[in-house]
């Protein structure tokens, strides 16, 4: 007698979804109910663009990104206008900084350095002055700087104290509720004939003036996850996946970080709600139903994708695969900065591949499982091509 498939540890979201997932296939199915928690599933392609490009109003129309302590950051034209501002301040800065990046590789990186917390900083780094302008005040930077290092990059929470964590988050609210009235009062607009100075100055003048400051924060704080995290992130999977797989390190900068998107999406779960009562996938849901896209098994669809758990970036060299690539959602909240996200991505990944040799040493850890998907801790060296240690 064959005995029973091993449960997952508990905690390790990942492999259960894959086990649960693997059991409904063999009657057929993509879409599941969960047994923890009883979210309906969803791992099929074409279940998964339903859902989120929300063909039919399946689902109540909701945000990915504009969401506080007490809902949904809206009406829906203040979202649009304020992801419009921001994608074009950042392509701005991501062009005009581009010659910044060699040096900054070398500063950041070279000879040694430790991830993913070394991708969130060079990310904060390289971005800093789209965060916050330069003339703003020095305690708001470090206030900044703080946000990442103690709630941004992967396991801060778990380095200190749950006092510490509320004290730091009422000073950190508290500092940035201030900016933003002053600039409410300042009353600078999006067409501001001297032009958009940083992310706080597009949320604020996208917003108008009577929205709430504390959601305005909440709103800044999401840009700056976005960025120093997920963009950090999604780089700390890169240099992993060339550091592993030494083979590869020829491929084209484009198919590499694709294919690391496709194997580790950052944004790895969307959830929605059904707005009526229907079937997806042959399961019943209603609106009293939580539906969990999970782009983690949409981009691993055996049925969709040849050898899905390798890493083959040539696999890119034929475009798209049309319906199973989501690694920043669909349709109307599809993320605003994904163009500039895989620009600097490809930048940074075309250096390291051109420039240098990369090894890695991984801590023996998983991927750190949380509202993003982070890689797991590990060790980079850089070396020029000649063999020999860059030196600071």
């Given at each position: 007698m064959t005995s029973p498939p091993q449960r997952p540890a508990p905690g390790d979201e990942l492999a259960l979804l894959k086990a649960e997932f693997e059991t409904a296939a063999k009657s057929g199915s993509d879409v599941w109910r969960s047994a923890p928690g009883g979210a309906v599933c969803v791992a099929g392609p074409e279940a998964a663009r339903a859902v989120l490009g929300n063909r039919h109003g399946v689902v109540a129309e909701t945000s990915d990104f504009y969401h506080h302590r007490h809902g949904v950051f809206g009406p829906r034209s203040a979202q649009i206008t304020i992801g419009r501002a921001a994608r074009s301040l950042l392509q701005r800065h991501v062009q005009a900084r581009r010659d910044d990046l060699p040096g900054l590789v070398a500063r950041r990186l070279a000879p040694r350095s430790e991830w993913p917390d070394a991708g969130n900083l060079l990310v904060l780094e390289h971005l800093r002055d789209v965060l916050l302008h330069p003339d703003a005040p020095p305690r708001l930077h470090r206030t900044v700087e703080a946000i990442v290092a103690r709630a941004v990059v992967a396991g801060a929470g778990e380095r200190r104290s749950a006092p510490s964590r509320l004290l730091f988050r009422r000073r950190a609210l508290h500092a940035l509720r201030t900016e933003v009235r002053a600039r409410q009062r300042a009353g600078r607009p999006l067409d501001h004939p001297a032009g958009l100075r940083d992310l706080l100055d597009v949320v604020v003048g996208g917003s108008g003036p009577a929205a709430d400051p504390?959601?305005?924060?909440e709103v800044y704080l999401s840009f700056l996850f976005a960025t120093a995290g997920s963009v950090g992130f999604a780089l700390?999977?890169?240099v992993l996946?060339?550091?592993?797989h030494p083979d590869r390190a020829a491929a084209d900068p484009g198919r590499t970080v694709r294919e690391a998107l496709r194997l580790w999406p950052v944004a790895w779960l969307f959830a929605r709600t059904p707005s009526r009562a229907l079937e997806l996938g042959g399961v019943p849901?209603?609106?009293?139903?939580?539906?969990?896209v999970c782009s983690y098994l949409v981009h691993r669809h055996p049925g969709h994708w040849e050898r899905p758990d390798e890493f083959v970036p040539e696999r890119w060299a034929e475009g798209t695969p049309d319906g199973a690539y989501l690694p920043f959602g669909l349709g109307p909240h599809t993320c605003a900065g994904a163009t500039v996200t895989v620009r600097l991505l490809e930048d940074l990944v075309g250096l390291l591949t051109r420039d240098w040799r990369v090894s890695v040493t991984p801590d023996g850890g998983g991927p750190q499982v949380g509202p993003a998907l982070a890689p797991p801790r590990f060790t980079a060296v850089l070396s020029r091509p000649d063999g020999c240690p860059e030196r600071r």
């Amino acid at each position: 007698m064959t005995s029973p498939p091993q449960r997952p540890a508990p905690g390790d979201e990942l492999a259960l979804l894959k086990a649960e997932f693997e059991t409904a296939a063999k009657s057929g199915s993509d879409v599941w109910r969960s047994a923890p928690g009883g979210a309906v599933c969803v791992a099929g392609p074409e279940a998964a663009r339903a859902v989120l490009g929300n063909r039919h109003g399946v689902v109540a129309e909701t945000s990915d990104f504009y969401h506080h302590r007490h809902g949904v950051f809206g009406p829906r034209s203040a979202q649009i206008t304020i992801g419009r501002a921001a994608r074009s301040l950042l392509q701005r800065h991501v062009q005009a900084r581009r010659d910044d990046l060699p040096g900054l590789v070398a500063r950041r990186l070279a000879p040694r350095s430790e991830w993913p917390d070394a991708g969130n900083l060079l990310v904060l780094e390289h971005l800093r002055d789209v965060l916050l302008h330069p003339d703003a005040p020095p305690r708001l930077h470090r206030t900044v700087e703080a946000i990442v290092a103690r709630a941004v990059v992967a396991g801060a929470g778990e380095r200190r104290s749950a006092p510490s964590r509320l004290l730091f988050r009422r000073r950190a609210l508290h500092a940035l509720r201030t900016e933003v009235r002053a600039r409410q009062r300042a009353g600078r607009p999006l067409d501001h004939p001297a032009g958009l100075r940083d992310l706080l100055d597009v949320v604020v003048g996208g917003s108008g003036p009577a929205a709430d400051p504390d959601e305005l924060v909440e709103v800044y704080l999401s840009f700056l996850f976005a960025t120093a995290g997920s963009v950090g992130f999604a780089l700390g999977w890169s240099v992993l996946l060339l550091g592993t797989h030494p083979d590869r390190a020829a491929a084209d900068p484009g198919r590499t970080v694709r294919e690391a998107l496709r194997l580790w999406p950052v944004a790895w779960l969307f959830a929605r709600t059904p707005s009526r009562a229907l079937e997806l996938g042959g399961v019943p849901v209603t609106p009293r139903d939580r539906l969990v896209v999970c782009s983690y098994l949409v981009h691993r669809h055996p049925g969709h994708w040849e050898r899905p758990d390798e890493f083959v970036p040539e696999r890119w060299a034929e475009g798209t695969p049309d319906g199973a690539y989501l690694p920043f959602g669909l349709g109307p909240h599809t993320c605003a900065g994904a163009t500039v996200t895989v620009r600097l991505l490809e930048d940074l990944v075309g250096l390291l591949t051109r420039d240098w040799r990369v090894s890695v040493t991984p801590d023996g850890g998983g991927p750190q499982v949380g509202p993003a998907l982070a890689p797991p801790r590990f060790t980079a060296v850089l070396s020029r091509p000649d063999g020999c240690p860059e030196r600071r």
